[in-house]
């Protein structure tokens, strides 16, 4: 079989963010465009001759003509084994379990997470390290230099192979092992959580609906819910990963995820809902007309993580990203575990995980986990959720009332001004930043301002430091305002605010989140002068 060198030129917009290379399906069919990419990454990593590359996707546009690159260019330099998920699935967080399982050099992900798929939308590739993990900066850094030098990639000129059929292909000498993208993941959660208990929850009449948003979950939901727990048909909707997401926006929340919203607070509300995202790493919890904020979920888990067999008498600690509520640390202190905050983005968990200080971790943004795999996984939270459920039989608002109860309750919420000019965005963060240290003492109607500063995270395990994090200002009573610039936004600056505010009192526990948190919400307007810097009267998105 004939290696072609085929002469290219490097693209200037190859710079993977903290998600990898993210940018519409127009710009990856450029020529050479995708095979710059995957070259750089040969020419960059190693033990691809000797141990498996995992590759697969979550299904969406333009998914299956890149596995077809990619093999040919792997075959090319040398790979001698792929696995790949059948039809070129796998969830994100199978991805992170399959490289840890078979030992793998790493694995390529083709997903652009919760962003909307098709031939105008986007499209996304990833690489992940041995340890299951997002790559850390320093390999990302290196393949993007390699991209912007490249002026050759190596690639077999072989017919396309039939992704499909489970078995073994051959693309030159190498061997792709098209295996279920499912069994594996599903037997992995098999091992961490009580089966047997979550069928006789099924058996009892427990009704559940889980929506897939027509992305990647969708297969391994059936097989898991509703095929080895035994839910009936039917409970897992949305379940055939589509191309473009049946034209959806695949992201678990109540603004996207507004049909499963709808149906849970709605007049035949089953007793749990839950979704996932276009890559299966993200997850939304609600009980019958009750939603779980993600912070909560983290926390709830952690205080019930012994009723699942993987987590029993075995939680080190729990970390959460810095703008996710302080629910979780309250638990850690009670229970007396490590607590650590972190920069927003899961790569900041691995070091922790890998060196065994924390077992669960989680984001405010609808993603949770643990040291199962190296990426938030979606599926994991929702059985988790069932395995509580399964042991404690009450309902999903009975048990979320008698955490607050135990701990106090977190009232949260994030206010987003998305597609905001963004040298006004950057001013505002700016300004904020120039007046934290006259903050501290002042009072700010009923609050006092205990703290404030921009976030830097001082890495426990390799010492490195990330600065400029966000804006913290923290109040006398635990209070808290958050202020960051989106990275991930694709238009202009998205601005996020995340306010929050302890309520110890029970008769206090059942207001509307809004209303409870309006005075602090002004507050954190004020201050930041939104009205005045950006033009906004109003956030484009409240969550
Ligand atoms: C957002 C979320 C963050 C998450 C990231 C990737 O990033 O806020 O928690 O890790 O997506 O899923 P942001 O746009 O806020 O930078
Ligand atoms: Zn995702």
Not at 196 to 214: E, K, V, Y
Not at 438 to 459: C, H, I, K, Q
Not at 468 to 487: A, N, P, T, W
Request: charge should be negative; glycine fraction near 10%.
């Amino acid at each position: 079989m004939s290696v072609e060198t085929i002469a290219s030129q490097p693209f200037q917009d190859q710079k993977p963010g903290t998600s990898g290379l993210r940018k519409k399906v127009r710009v990856f069919e450029q020529p050479h465009y995708l095979e710059n990419f995957v070259q750089s990454i040969f020419d960059t990593q190693k033990g691809y001759q000797d141990a498996p590359l995992v590759v697969g996707g979550d299904g969406r546009y333009y998914n299956r003509q890149a596995i077809q690159t990619i093999l040919r260019i792997a075959a090319a330099n040398g790979c001698g084994r792929v696995l790949l998920g059948r039809g070129g699935i796998f969830s994100t967080p199978a991805v992170s379990h399959m490289i840890r399982k078979h030992g793998a050099c790493g694995g390529i992900i083709l997903s652009a997470s919760h962003n909307p798929g098709g031939p105008d939308e986007d499209f996304g590739i990833k690489f992940n390290t041995p340890n299951g993990g997002p790559a850390a900066e320093k390999v990302t850094e290196a393949i993007y230099t390699a991209t912007r030098h490249i002026n050759r990639y190596h690639m077999l000129d072989t017919p396309d192979i039939d992704l499909d059929q489970i078995g073994i292909a051959l693309v030159g000498d190498m061997r792709v092992e098209i295996v279920d993208s499912v069994c594996d993941y599903a037997d992995l959660m098999e091992q961490l959580f009580d089966f047997d208990r979550i069928r006789a929850l099924f058996q009892s009449g427990f009704r559940m609906r889980f929506d897939a948003m027509h992305a990647v979950t969708g297969p391994y939901a059936r097989e898991i819910i509703e095929n080895r727990l035994g839910a009936p048909q039917g409970t897992v909707v949305n379940g055939i990963p589509l191309e473009d997401f049946g034209h959806g926006h695949p992201d678990p929340n109540l603004v996207y995820a507004k049909e499963l919203a709808d149906h849970l607070f709605g007049p035949d509300a089953p007793d749990f809902g839950a979704a996932s995202d276009g890559d299966g790493d993200r997850n939304m919890v609600l009980g019958r007309h009750f939603f779980v904020t993600p912070s909560d979920s983290l926390a709830l888990i952690l205080a019930n993580a012994d009723l699942a067999p993987g987590y029993r008498s075995r939680v080190t600690g729990v970390a959460r990203s810095m703008p996710t509520s302080q629910a979780a640390d309250r638990v850690a202190a009670k229970l007396g575990l490590n607590c650590y905050e972190t920069p927003t983005g899961w790569k900041f968990f691995g070091n922790l995980l890998d060196a065994g200080k924390i077992t669960l971790c989680g984001e405010e943004s609808f993603g949770t986990g643990s040291d199962h795999v190296r990426e938030k996984d979606g599926l994991w939270a929702v059985l988790f959720w069932l395995n509580i459920l399964a042991e404690r039989r009450r309902s999903v608002a009975e048990i979320v009332r008698e955490h607050w109860q135990n701990y106090g309750r977190n009232y949260y919420t994030r206010h987003d001004y998305e597609a905001v000019d963004s040298s006004a965005a950057n001013g505002l963060i700016d300004a904020l930043r120039a007046a934290c240290a006259t903050l501290p003492g002042r009072r700010l109607g009923s609050y006092t301002v205990e703290y404030a500063d921009d976030f830097r995270y001082l890495d426990p395990i390799d010492d490195s430091v990330s600065e400029k994090q966000g804006i913290r200002i923290g109040f006398e009573d635990g209070s808290r305002i958050v202020y960051r610039l989106s990275g991930t936004g694709t238009e202009g600056a998205t601005l996020r605010i995340y306010i929050e505010a302890y309520e110890a009192d029970p008769a206090k526990h059942d207001l509307d989140t809004q209303q409870a948190l309006a005075e602090l919400i002004g507050i954190a307007d004020g201050l930041a002068g939104i009205r005045e810097r950006t033009g906004r009267n109003e956030p484009t998105v409240i969550t």
